[in-house]
Every structure is written in C-alpha cells, then in structure tokens.
C-alpha cells in the first residue's frame, strides 16, 4: 500500500485534502511523532501531534489555547478568508470550540443542560423509538441496495439533536449537505465562503425565530440562560448552535458507519458479538479507537514557546491533534494484537478519541448511548446486513478534519 502523505516546504507532511488512503496516512503520522511538522492547503503549517501521551500532555497545558488571537498566521493576514479549513476556526470566542479559562468554564456551563447526564438518560426511550421508526422506514427497500449513512447513520443523530434543539425536520436535509460542503476539504472558495454565510444566516433566522415563538427545547432555554444573571448574547448563542448541531450529529453519524463497516469486515470479531461474548458497549469503544470519527482537531495555538522532548512550538504556532494517528500508538495500545487491528478483544489502553481535557467532547456520552442503542437493534432487525460493494470500493468524504464516508452501501436482507 502506497503512502499517500508527501513532504512539503521545509520537509512538513503534507495532508491529503481527498483522503485517499486514511490507514496508510495514520501510520506514517504516528511513525513520524510525537511530534511532527504538518501542511494543509494553500502551504499552511503547524505542529501534530500524533502519540497518546504527549496528546495529554499537551491537551491540559494551558499554554495551549484555542483563541485565534493567538495565531501569528491567522493575525498576520496568512489565512484567507476563503481558507477551507476556515471552518475549524471561530473567528471570535463565543463558543465553547474558541474559548479557555474562565471564559470557557462559563460557556460549558450554561450550555451543559444538553448534555447532562441526567438530559442523556432521559433520552433513551426516544432513541429507541426513533431507532425503530427508521428500521421500520427502510423495510421497503431492504432488498436493494440503499445507502445507510444517509438513510439511517444521518438521520438519527440528526434526530435526535434537531428534537433537542428545535430543528424541524424538514431542514434535516439541508443541514445534511450545508455540512458536507462545510467540513470539507477542497470545497471551492466561493461556495466555502457562501455556506459559512448561509449557516451563520440559518442560525440568526433560527434565533429570531426562537424569540418570537419560544418552544420546549434547548435553543429557548438558551436564549434563556443566564448564571447569575450572566446570560448569553446571541453571538454566544449562535456559535454554540453552530458547534452543538454541527458536532452533535456528525460524529455518531461517522462512529454508525465506521462500526457497521468494522464489523462486517471482521467477520471473527463481530462472531464474538454474535455470541454474546462481547458487549456493544465494547463493541462502541474499539470502533472510536481503531477508526475514530475525527481523524484531526484543528487548532491549539501556544502563547509561549512550549518545549516538547528536543522540539519547541514556538509562541503564535498552531498544534492539530491527530486522532487517527494517535489510535495507532503502540506504547498505548500494545503491539499484539497490532493498533491496526480491531480486536474487541484488546485489554490495553483508552482512545481519546472524544479529546482530552477542558475540551473533551460535552457530547461523549450521548453519542456512546446512540451507538450503543443503534447498532443491536440494526443488527437484530437485519441480521444478514452486507455490504453491497467490495469494502475497498467504499471512499471517505474529502475531509482532513472528518472521518466520514461518502456513503455506506448495503444490502439489508441480501
């Protein structure tokens, strides 16, 4: 298998906008940690990290902050506008994706309600119910082959965020392609540029909308919220909207996909399911581990040089976190079985694959409960499910940030 990873200026990696070969481009990051100079479109640079226990370390270093004030690039005019990966980056801190310290603390707080444990469990018997109202909605066409990302990976977390929210599901679709275009890689300047504005427009209207007819979900409580009477502007309200339905829906929609795929391309493995030997709670972890649903975080910037081993990121640099890579870890993971293998047998390590630190995904466990309700009732409806291609014929959607299939062909009662 070829690398698809080249060096570029000043011998950096250079990422693969089209992802053509993700398990190759994991490992030759991982061997080129911890630590290791990365290029994204346009010749952009900044640090990776790429091994587990330096991505702790630095995760939890305050020195590191997600504030773009801090990123000479970015500041110095070297990002354009039309950048696309631009996305990653809030322009101004008022969500929990732009914010530390304090600041940070105050956001996840009043938007916790979300994801509170609490808010989570109360959500199960509708999980359910959504689950089986899919299952009962693809029965039509399970003898042909249908697109199960779209039909059902998508619709459910997009469900059930969108009932949390407030998103009528007639707009379901449109969110579905804004994203696509939103998180990719090599989407063209001028369309980049008009989908950040449609998005940032959908949630104004939403707010307005929100304000003058007040319902029972989370974006009312929002425009509500208030800690001792410290409550959020609509900027805050309208990035955190932007980074709760976005990140809300796409991850489990990548962790379904990403599990059907491992599973049925693992025949032994998913045996061992069969068999009761191993739980889907088991069955959810391995999967963020050995393909997780983010391959790279995108940004940290370093307020002072910070020393990692013999290399230094120099004060207003950038770090990525590379998930993929760092689910590659053999100090973590262990040689045998191999970091490349799914083995819902393994017994060393955690992924981290939800992040690390102040900034670990609020979502984490929502989305655990997600997978861990889907995929048995998926299975159980369909226990002959395949795919309907070859699995190598299966291509990522172009993303350095996602790890996200363009779709999941399959045969549900082959």
Not at 237 to 248: D, E, I, N, S
Not at 326 to 342: C, K, L, N, T, Y
Request: hydrophobic letters at 40%; glycine letters at 6%.
């Amino acid at each position: 298998m070829s690398c698809p990873v080249q060096h570029g200026s000043g011998g950096a990696f250079v990422l693969d906008p089209y992802v053509t070969d993700l398990p190759a481009e994991r490992e030759a990051l991982y061997a080129a940690g911890p630590l290791t100079r990365v290029e994204f479109p346009e010749g952009v640079t900044a640090w990776g990290v790429t091994h587990h226990e330096t991505a702790r370390a630095l995760l939890t270093d305050s020195r590191l902050v997600k504030d773009v004030a801090h990123w000479d690039d970015f500041q110095n005019g070297r990002i354009s506008q039309s950048w696309p990966l631009l996305s990653t980056i809030p322009p101004t801190p008022t969500n929990l994706l732009g914010t530390d310290g304090a600041e940070h603390r105050r956001l996840r707080l009043l938007t916790a309600k979300a994801f509170s444990a609490r808010t989570v469990e109360r959500l199960r018997p509708r999980i359910h119910e959504l689950t089986t109202e899919l299952l009962d909605a693809m029965e039509p066409a399970a003898d042909r082959p249908l697109d199960l990302k779209s039909e059902f990976a998508f619709r459910l977390p997009m469900s059930v965020i969108g009932e949390l929210y407030g998103v009528a599901p007639s707009e379901f679709p449109y969110l579905r392609d804004m994203y696509v275009k939103f998180f990719s890689s090599v989407t063209g300047p001028e369309e980049f540029m008009r989908v950040y504005a449609e998005l940032e427009q959908y949630y104004d209207d939403m707010i307005a909308a929100k304000r003058a007819e007040p319902g029972d979900d989370l974006t009312t409580e929002l425009l509500q919220a208030g800690e001792d009477g410290d409550a959020l502007t609509d900027l805050e309200v309208r990035g955190t909207l932007q980074v709760t339905v976005a990140a809300g829906h796409e991850t489990t929609v990548n962790l379904l996909c990403n599990a059907v795929r491992a599973l049925l391309a693992h025949p032994a493995q998913f045996a061992l399911v069969k068999e009761g030997k191993v739980g889907w709670d088991t069955v959810v972890e391995e999967v963020l581990r050995y393909d997780p649903p983010t391959s790279n975080m995108i940004f940290r910037f370093a307020t002072e040089d910070i020393e990692v081993g013999d290399t230094v990121i120099a004060k207003g640099e950038a770090l990525m976190v590379s998930y993929g890579a760092i689910s590659r870890d053999r100090a973590e993971h262990g040689e045998d079985p191999h970091p490349a293998a799914f083995d819902l047998t393994r017994s060393q390590g955690r992924h981290m694959s939800f992040g690390y630190g102040p900034h670990v995904c609020p979502g984490a466990a929502l989305a655990r409960m997600e997978g861990q309700i889907a995929l048995p009732m998926l299975f159980e409806r369909y226990p002959d499910l395949r795919l309907a291609v070859p699995d190598q014929e299966l291509a990522n959607h172009p993303s350095i940030i996602v790890n996200s299939l363009k779709e999941l062909p399959v045969l549900l009662r082959p």
